[in-house]
């Protein structure tokens, strides 16, 4: 009874050691983005600013975008064969 008991308290460590250790590796987590509508419309598209991280986006559902931009910022400047 004594070997179950110390065998069950040794799983339960190892997996709540395992889970703190996966949420460590996966960083802090990022705050979560406050859209603002700049009432600029392209289109069928609504632009979007993050008041957050500052990237824009575009949606075309109604409310605001779901995912942050703030990975595709600046994407597409400087490439070669651009012209500024």
């Known amino acids: ?10 799983v339960i460590a190892f997996l709540w050691w395992s889970h ?3 949420q460590a590796e996966a960083g802090p987590e990022r705050p979560k983005c406050v859209w603002l509508a700049t009432g600029a419309a392209r ?3 609504r632009e979007y600013r993050c008041d957050t991280c500052g990237a824009t986006g575009y949606t075309a559902t ?6 942050c931009k703030r990975d595709f910022a600046g994407r597409g400047t400087g490439s070669p064969g651009s012209r500024s």
């Open 1 to 10: 009874m004594a070997l179950m008991l110390a065998i069950l308290v040794a």
């Open 43 to 45: 289109g069928r598209l």
């Open 20 to 22: 703190r250790r996966a």
């Open 62 to 67: 109604k409310g605001p975008p779901e995912t």
